[in-house]
């Protein structure tokens, strides 16, 4: 099939971006490009950015979908090249940031000014992404700014792939005829780094009642994991706290000696290049011997989340903060197991948005809805309690009822399909992905 639309990555090219690797020159901030136009971290001089961290396999690009683009002569040819049957895309990043976009004045505007004079610009399309982490903060003014940016931009091009569903329905009221779709980098990120791996879910009897997984040290995780030191259940949970000296480790390697380093990077040490296994690939072993998944989110306090961020901005914003799930809940998905989240207000509510089915049958949900952190806490915990009350054969008997089966099964399929279908496969598609997923999808491991 001949591609429609190819994806320009044009990092450290376009005029007037302060973040651009040459800007920072005599600058004490990191001249390293990635991070430079990194739409995740915080610099000290606002602008535009260029890297939106997709998740790419090494060898999709055999059929060329997406190019490096190294000068601005190279960008006018691609851009006047384009026919209706043959568009290109340009890429930026959203940051999780907001003041770095809409403190950067007229950057944008500046760059659709010189690009609207080349031949075929009416046929360029523009992709702001940014699948990895957005809390909704500061996004009306945001917005504001960019609608000043983007006049002489036709809305059916400009394309918003944006992790937070939230955040993605506040945009499509502002924008309605924008391509605005939810965008999880985690779909790929956990089928890559599970390949050549066969999770087959234990439909026999279980020995333990739930799994809870912990790397960075948070409140609400401590809170979580002392409770259960408290209750003595050690034996009926298996949990990790890479930060606090217990693990469970990896589906690629049982073998411990890597935690050391692990724990140094969960204390805020330098990255071990293992981490994203022991992120990604828990041991399967573990939650196949556990009936329920407590899921301990990446933040519960949106107060929390407000003063993090205004840090950095210098503004407070308190009341927008929206629910975000990552790939800790996803994990639910991918490894056949109901779920409690210890997470934001609406977290549910966020799942059933993007199709998923949670499951008021077996927990009282009523916890997802209060907006109170600590009587939040105190209804997650009695729906664990009320759990743990019950005996093994009694839970195993309520988790292996066919309805109960079903909606596993369905956010089972409901994942693989976000996988193969979602945003980013437009320009790395399922034939362009290493052999492994294919002879997957062929025996039907994976979907």
Excluded at 368 to 395: C, F, G, I, S, Y
Aim: proline share 4%.
């Amino acid at each position: 099939m001949k591609p429609t639309n190819i994806l320009l990555w044009v990092n450290n090219i376009l005029p007037g971006n302060n973040r651009s690797t040459d800007a920072h020159l005599g600058n004490k901030i990191s001249r390293n490009r990635t991070t430079e136009t990194s739409c995740l971290m915080p610099e000290s001089i606002p602008g535009l950015s260029t890297q939106s961290h997709d998740e790419i396999t090494a060898h999709a690009s055999k059929d060329n979908l997406y190019r490096n683009v190294t000068s601005m002569e190279e960008l006018k040819t691609y851009i006047e090249s384009q026919t209706p049957e043959l568009t290109y895309t340009i890429n930026f990043g959203w940051h999780l940031h907001p003041y770095m976009d809409y403190n950067s004045g007229d950057q944008l505007k500046n760059i659709v000014n010189v690009l609207k004079e080349f031949d075929n610009f009416h046929l360029l399309k523009w992709r702001f992404a940014n699948g990895w982490d957005m809390y909704g903060l500061d996004e009306e003014k945001r917005i504001a700014w960019f609608k000043t940016q983007t006049q002489d931009i036709n809305a059916t091009n400009i394309i918003f792939h944006l992790v937070n569903v939230d955040t993605c329905n506040t945009y499509k009221k502002h924008f309605p005829t924008m391509d605005i779709k939810p965008y999880f980098i985690y779909y790929q990120r956990m089928m890559v780094k599970n390949k050549g791996l066969t999770f087959n879910a234990n439909k026999e009897k279980r020995e333990r009642y739930f799994i809870c997984l912990n790397n960075y040290t948070k409140t609400h995780r401590s809170e979580i994991v002392d409770w259960i030191k408290w209750n003595k259940w050690q034996d009926k949970v298996d949990y990790s706290y890479i930060s606090q000296n217990k693990t469970l480790g990896s589906e690629h390697s049982h073998d411990l000696t890597q935690f050391k380093s692990l724990k140094t990077f969960a204390d805020g040490g330098q990255r071990n290049e293992h981490i994203s296994h022991w992120q990604d690939t828990p041991p399967y072993f573990n939650f196949n011997r556990c009936y329920f998944y407590l899921v301990t989110e990446t933040h519960f306090d949106k107060q929390a989340v407000s003063a993090r961020m205004a840090v950095d901005s210098g503004t407070q914003d308190t009341t927008s903060v929206a629910t975000f799930i990552s790939e800790k809940t996803l994990k639910a998905m991918q490894f056949e197991i109901p779920f409690i989240i210890v997470g934001l207000p609406y977290s549910l509510k966020a799942l059933r948005d993007l199709g998923y089915e949670t499951f008021p049958e077996l927990f009282d949900e009523s916890y997802d809805t209060e907006l109170d952190d600590k009587k939040r806490l105190a209804l997650v915990k009695d729906a664990v309690q009320n759990l743990m009350n019950k005996p093994l054969d009694e839970v195993h008997n309520i988790v292996m009822q066919e309805s109960v089966q079903a909606k596993i099964l369905h956010n089972k399929h409901l994942f693989l399909e976000n996988f193969r279908t979602g945003p980013w496969r437009q320009w790395e598609p399922l034939e362009s992905l290493p052999l492994w997923f294919e002879s997957e999808a062929g025996d039907g491991k994976w979907w």
